[in-house]
């Protein structure tokens, strides 16, 4: 648990390298949030990391 009590963000992080290292840091004991626009996507990889997880739905190009 060597991130226990540390919170990371991960944008892309519902698939492919995003998810894997959100996954591995979960596993390590971090918060991780999150960051992708594909909603239903997001809903699978939260469900995946478990109580550690917290998914925001976001398009960053259109953000301001």
């Not at 918060?31 to 917290?54: F, K, Q, S």
Request: net charge positive.
């Amino acid at each position: 648990m060597r991130f226990s009590g540390n919170t990371v963000v991960i944008t892309g992080g519902s698939g492919g390298i995003g998810l894997a290292t959100a996954l591995r840091f979960a596993k390590e004991g971090a918060t991780v949030v999150i960051i992708a626009r594909d909603e239903g996507r997001l809903a699978v990889a939260e469900r995946l990391i478990g109580g550690n997880g917290i998914a925001i739905a976001v398009d960053v190009t259109k953000c301001r």
